[in-house]
């Protein structure tokens, strides 16, 4: 089974939800995490409307952003 990731261009927020194109995923990654972080994780897709995957995928980007900053 394949899964496919949209990715949504840059632009201001009225216009997010357009979908540039859509790239293969085939990858999957099991975490283990404790109570208290998937009560975190639950009220943070209820309050934003978006996905584990989406808010994990965002952390990473915000990771990286910040690892690249610290590098330069």
Do not use: F, G, H
């Amino acid at each position: 089974m394949s899964y496919t990731r949209n990715l949504l261009i840059r632009e201001p927020k009225s216009s997010k939800n357009k979908r540039k194109e859509t790239e293969q995923l085939q990858n999957v990654i099991s975490l283990r995490i404790n109570d208290d972080e998937k009560k975190s994780l639950e009220k943070l897709t209820k309050t934003t409307s978006k996905s584990i995957t989406e808010i994990m995928r965002e952390a990473i980007d915000l990771w990286k952003s910040r690892q690249r900053k610290l590098c330069m």
